[in-house]
């Protein structure tokens, strides 16, 4: 008996989430047990709401074009479902649906959170032994999912770091005068965005000079010293940092500042983000030329920038993760499993999700240097393969060309 | 006899200057009466303290990149050169050193300030009959020069500017809340690179919905009319704002903010700039999920998104100044005269550099719409052949492949 099946993404979006729907589409079409392919329109929220569209009403053209354009075109969501334990209300709305529209593939992709879900729907429907085949496709700039070599989105968010990065280290160095650039990334809690732009120093000499992860407590009397130096030596210092950068007692910099910082009334810090903090700072007491760039949404929605060798990984995802639930899988996440002696080489495998659900993968202390300002060789061989690849032809008109779902929700 | 040329650069740096540079040193090898070929470091200031290299001493592979290369690679300099009748003591060091090295041809390339050093040392020049041709070449994101149709710089710039816009309007879709997102660009007096946000909004509803530029005095109680009125029909709203935008009483609204606007002591708006003021303003006003990018430097350092069109046609320039240097012209700069009937074309010529220097040209208030939120078909049409075309294929293992000049000082 054919079954249908339904897409959906949550969490944050990347520049590749889109090139997985469309892994998806295209092997669900050439699966002859699979009839109709639905997407549900914000994550799971979609779903509680019978908020779905059908693929079939959509130009085939668009879906074409959702290979290489960011964000997430089904739209995404924030939310945790509770413990079945606790209140089943949830479960028993969208299994509803599932049964309505004959689900019997479930593909969501995301990160951490969104894998929870997976993992608690996939139970669900094995404890009321419903026939659903419930696989999780990863996805997050961060590149904190553990049980997966990388994750798909971070190595197009690590090209346009450093290609931003070489960018600006360009333009500090146009006068002939002393200049602090300090360079935010994302990443709360693992570095690897930040990580991310020693890559551009393997080619560029001082791009960056220093980085600064949540992997190490920041200390801001190295950090001076670090800083006086290189303006000593060259007069130009380029710093990366993460928003995550947290001090010796595990709080947020964002949040902390440092010894002299001006607090409001509350004593909270009067600033947005860690690069704020190390702006200031620096302009109080090390150089008053100092410039503070962001990159903000910029860094995981800048597809025209995308590695097209994390573009193809993420497709491919999509795809295997069809294969998986056609051969009976569930509860399972797509992860990468890749070699890198000689060519590099990226496997994919299926792994239990329960295994990745709310965890999170950090840099290894020891692929960072001693002094905490710096990533190693073992982390520059582990992310060289990433940025690897560029797409082209996807302007016109001279904009980019990118997809337009009509999302026509159907009547269930 | 022969002689040699010098070339230099000056003011803020582009994403297409160095292939200026490129024009005029490939022009100048295939000249026979030209020699040697030297680039001052960091402007007339090079010029000043005899910093100076010359291109035989540079990889020829280096040089062929400098084509899209982002920034100066020459570096620039902000040095404004006395009126001559009040102190010629700078122009005595300048043309000595001229003298030095036997330079018959002298290469400008800059904005509106340094057509001021164009006219300037030219008209030293003719005073004291020296025979040394100096041109300017024009440059600017901010295409506020005038006597030409546009200026080298700003069409990649505003590509930069369409692309990141839209990939933030993408962004700001996912989730389904209400946000208003505001897109802060660069731009003091003249509002083009704000305006051309709007090519975007050929392609893309709502992308930008709202433009707000400094040649129309900004009005808070409109600002937020405006905002709501697109809150209530789409709960989503993209703008895009100029730095410079003013007030009816012609201050910067950066420095003016509003009136329950929280402000120091000494009566001095707490914030950064014109997008920081007016993402306050909604905020406490309007809606409190509200966002500020800034494209900060990048919009005009980020060659690898460079206009095929502009990147061309400032190679162009180069090339023409030579030829008009060569044909005796001097004090002359080089503009655009564009036809956009039908096929657009752009020919070059030179026009006398005292029309040029200190002048700005802003956006005519009838390409402005009559609510001074959006520009209108006049304006679309001047800058959509601008941003045409992609360069491609200037990547290498995965990341951009840009110039590294040594500008090795050689001895007077």
């Given amino acids: ?52 569209f059908s693929f079939d009403d959509e130009n085939e053209e668009e879906i074409e074009k959702l290979k290489t354009t960011p964000s997430s075109a089904l739209g995404s969501c924030r939310h945790r479902l509770k413990e079945i334990e606790d209140s089943d209300e949830e479960y028993k709305i969208i299994f509803n649906v599932f049964s309505k529209l004959n689900i019997g593939y479930f593909f969501y992709i995301g990160g951490n ?4 879900t997976v993992k608690k ?9 419903i026939d659903i085949k419930i696989i999780g496709v990863p996805k997050t700039i961060d590149n904190d999912l553990p049980e997966t070599d990388h994750c798909p989105g971070f190595g197009s968010a690590a090209k346009y770091i450093c290609t931003s990065v070489i960018e600006t280290l360009y333009d500090a160095e146009v006068y002939n005068k002393n200049i602090v650039t300090i360079v935010e990334t994302m990443g709360r809690n693992a570095g690897w965005l930040a990580a991310s732009a020693a890559l551009a120093s393997e080619k560029y000499d001082n791009c960056p000079d220093l980085i600064y992860l949540p992997e190490v407590a920041f200390d801001f009397d190295e950090f001076k010293q670090d800083v006086n130096e290189l303006l000593e030596k060259r007069g130009k210092v380029m710093i990366v940092v993460s928003e995550g950068i947290k001090n010796i007692d595990g709080e947020y910099i964002a949040a902390a500042g440092y010894s002299n910082c001006v607090k409001d009334a509350f004593g909270h810090v009067q600033l947005g983000g860690a690069g704020d903090v190390l702006k200031s700072f620096v302009k109080e007491e090390i ?9 903000d949404v910029l860094q995981r929605a800048a597809t025209h920038c995308a590695s097209a060798s994390d573009l193809k990984e993420a497709e491919c995802a999509g795809r295997i993760a069809v294969q998986f639930a056609i051969k009976g899988e569930t509860g399972k996440m797509i992860a990468y499993k890749c070699y890198r002696d000689k ?23 020891n692929w960072i240097n001693a002094r905490g300002n710096f990533v190693n060789k073992e982390c520059l061989d582990y992310m060289r393969p990433l940025i690897q690849g560029e797409i ?17 929700k159907i009547e269930l």
Same sequence: chains 1, 2.
Avoid: W
């Avoid at 990347?14 to 050439?30: F, Q, R």
């Fill in 1 to 52: 008996m054919k079954k249908n099946c339904l897409i959906a993404q949550s969490g944050g979006p990347t520049g590749v989430i889109n090139a997985s729907v469309y892994g998806i589409y295209k092997e669900a079409k050439t699966i002859a047990k699979i009839d109709n392919i639905y997407g549900a329109i914000n994550g799971i929220k979609g779903v509680l709401n019978s908020n779905i």
């Fill in 113 to 116: 959170d969104s894998m929870d």
């Fill in 121 to 129: 729907l996939s139970e669900y429907a094995k404890k009321h032994s």
């Fill in 287 to 295: 150089e008053p030329r100092v410039k503070l760039v962001q990159f």
């Fill in 343 to 365: 060519e590099y080489n990226c496997e994919l495998k299926a792994v239990d999700v329960s295994k990745v659900a709310n965890k999170e993968k950090k840099i290894p202390r």
């Fill in 392 to 408: 082209e032809g996807n302007y016109c008109d001279g904009l980019p060309a990118y997809s337009n779902l009509n999302r026509v």
